[in-house]
């Protein structure tokens, strides 16, 4: 079981950039999918969420409107859209898979995380 996050990079605010997560070993699909991040000095915090209870997505109330979070079945891959980047976006991102009941506010909740990739905004 292998979750492999991609698609970091620098950018200018206002910019946008698109994460991808691939699975490997299990099917996306069967598990509640989410995206975390952590900023230097703070603690690892839900970024946004695709349940497998019943398809429904959830975003931090920071990067509501700004960012998108969406799955290709096919792919076995999960995406996270970036747009309108902030200094404060920067941060390393992490892809999460874990049991339906999973939340973005229980990092304990999910069971796999790939390795993380960086993002940095900044002018």
């Known amino acids: 079981v292998q979750l492999q996050a991609s698609g970091g990079g620098s950018v200018q605010p206002g910019g946008s950039l698109r994460l991808s997560c691939a699975g490997s070993?299990?099917?996306?699909?069967?598990?509640?999918i989410a995206w975390f991040r952590q900023a230097p000095g703070k603690e690892r915090e839900g970024v946004s969420l695709i349940s497998r209870r019943d398809g429904s997505t959830s975003y931090a109330d920071s990067v509501k409107g700004r960012f998108t979070i969406s799955r290709d079945n096919a792919k076995n891959t999960l995406y996270l859209q970036m747009n309108s980047l902030k200094p404060e976006d920067t941060a390393v991102y992490y892809c999460a898979a874990g049991p339906p009941w999973a939340t973005l506010t229980r990092l304990n909740s999910f069971l796999y995380w790939g390795q993380g990739t960086q993002v940095t905004v900044s002018s």
């Open positions: 070993g299990f099917t996306l699909g069967d598990y509640t």
